[in-house]
């Protein structure tokens, strides 16, 4: 079965400040990856995914990711933060797209003055 | 577009009692999905309708826990009778095609007293 770490519970940084948050995640094959996004009050959103090719994939408010299949790892960057970024991030695996995800437990970003 | 929509957005209620979660899906989408987040824990798959068939029910925890679409349209999850550890936050999802992208709804807060 497919599993995700995400080893940071808790980061503050910066405004302005650049962020990597990390991911592991366990599967025996080429696995489907997400980093989803809850801001308060707020439904899960997606930010970004990978599937297949090209192993930097670039996501929505300025996010990206990359896919290290020798680390089995998909570090969720973004080069300058913005307050209203402070949210819970997720990352999660699929086996098929977007069928029963397993998520991470979720990384809390708090952004500082 | 309405999105995911889940009804109530918090709910309260005694152990013993029985608690009703509905979520609307976007219209169209004839994948739906449950999720729940325990606090403090991952969030963990609890089942995925096909239109009005349970395609996949292997994360449901215990048969106090009872999924419904009649219809293929919105979906109840009835707990009866609630336990302590049920208090968590129950997501709602769907999608247009099965391992399509995903849209989650903002999450029934369940506190079981």
């Known amino acids: 079965a497919q599993s995700v770490t995400q080893p940071d519970i808790h980061i503050t940084v910066s405004e302005g400040a650049s962020l990597e948050l990390r991911c592991n995640y366990s599967y025996g094959a080429t696995p489907y990856l997400f980093w989803y996004v809850q801001s308060p009050g707020q439904g899960l959103q997606l930010l970004l995914k990978y599937f297949s090719g090209d192993t930097l994939v670039q996501g929505i408010k300025g996010f990206e990711a990359e896919f290290k299949r020798s680390q089995s790892s998909f570090n969720l960057r973004k080069p300058s933060v913005h307050w209203s970024d402070a949210a819970e991030y997720f990352c999660a695996v699929g086996v098929l797209g977007y069928q029963k995800v397993t998520f991470g437990i979720g990384t809390k970003l708090q952004v500082i003055p | 577009e309405a999105g995911v929509t889940q009804f109530p957005s918090h709910s309260v209620i005694e152990k013993g009692q029985t608690v009703t979660l509905r979520c609307d899906p976007i219209s169209g989408h004839d994948n739906l999905y449950w999720y729940r987040r325990v606090m403090g824990k991952e969030i963990k798959f609890l089942l995925h309708f096909v239109k009005e068939s349970k395609q996949d029910e292997s994360g449901m925890p215990n048969n106090r826990f009872l999924a419904e679409r009649t219809g293929g349209t919105y979906s109840t999850l009835k707990v009866q009778p609630a336990e302590l550890e049920d208090s968590g936050v129950y997501f709602c999802?769907?999608?247009?095609?099965?391992?399509?992208?995903?849209?989650f709804g903002q999450g029934t807060r369940l506190t079981v007293v």
């Open positions: 999802a769907s999608s247009q095609e099965t391992g399509g992208e995903a849209f």
